[in-house]
């Protein structure tokens, strides 16, 4: 099992700056990458950018050049950071790991953060 909990949403204004955090807990070894998801409201739940074991990147053509995805193994830790916010941001974000062991591949959510970006 893994355990995510995402920390850093709140409240901007348009062109501000959040720091989202992913903390990853229990079968972490055997994870091999660690994407954000968004979902705003009445919309589907949609990749933001990912991170692999080996620090592959991809993000949706709509952040680029202004999130980044990036990762600390000493703290377990998946961070994205995001600048130039923009109110089509707004939405709940979520970590998700990608797991595959000897007996499958394996989804795990963490519980979500709201970011609100305001005009």
């Known amino acids: 099992q893994v355990q995510l909990v995402e920390s850093g949403g709140g409240l901007v204004q348009a062109g501000g700056s959040l720091r989202l955090s992913c903390a990853a807990s229990?079968?972490?070894?055997?994870?091999?990458?660690i994407s954000w998801y968004r979902q705003a409201p009445g919309k589907q739940r949609e990749l933001v950018a990912r991170i692999t074991n080996d620090d592959t990147t991809v993000y949706v053509d709509s952040v680029k050049g202004r999130f980044t995805i990036s990762r600390d193994n000493a703290k377990n830790t998946v961070y994205l950071q995001m600048n130039s916010l923009k109110p089509e941001d707004t939405a709940v974000y979520y970590c998700?790991?990608?797991?595959?062991?000897?007996?499958?591949?394996?989804?795990?959510w963490g519980q979500g953060t709201q970011v609100t970006v305001s005009s």
């Open positions: 998700k790991a990608f797991r595959v062991t000897m007996t499958g591949r394996y989804d795990y």
């Open positions: 229990g079968s972490i070894f055997s994870i091999n990458a």
